[in-house]
Nanobody, 126 residues
Framework: QVQLVESGGGLVQAGGSLRLSCAVSGRTFSSYAMGWFRQAPGKERQFVAAISWSGSRTDYADSVKGRFTISRDNAKNTVYLQMNSLKPEDTAVYYC???????????????????WGQGTQVTVSS
């Protein structure tokens, strides 16, 4: 049974930085693409960033391009989200997710990710 555990969320002022981590167990981590999503109160969960199993491909939502960086360390079974130049509109619960199939990464659609962490709160004050 795959488990994903996020950490690193918190309260930060606008313009600040945070790094989220997601530790994965119960699956061959290096075989699966990974992603980060976020959900603000009253809104649907939305895509933030994703990375292929090897790390050779990354994708970002337009709203975070140039500010957020996704990376992974396959030796540590961990995926990261470095968030810089944070804005109040980045406030949300951030979720780590694992792709549903190994060695496969085509879209960043939410249904393509089948395992989720419990989420970590990120709050950006103005």
């Amino acid at each position: 049974q795959v488990q994903l555990v996020e950490s690193g969320g918190g309260l930060v002022q606008a313009g600040g930085s945070l790094r989220l981590s997601c530790a994965v167990s119960g699956r061959t981590f290096s075989s699966y693409a990974m992603g980060w999503f976020r959900q603000a109160p009253g809104k649907e969960r939305q895509f933030v960033a994703a990375i292929s199993w090897s790390g050779s491909r990354t994708d970002y939502a337009d709203s975070v391009k140039g500010r957020f960086t996704i990376s992974r360390d396959n030796a540590k079974n961990t995926v990261y989200l470095q968030m810089n130049s944070l804005k109040p509109e980045d406030t949300a619960v951030y979720y780590c997710a694992a792709y549903s199939r190994p060695y496969y990464y085509r879209t960043t659609n939410l249904p393509d990710f089948d395992s989720w962490g419990q989420g970590t709160q990120v709050t950006v004050s103005s």
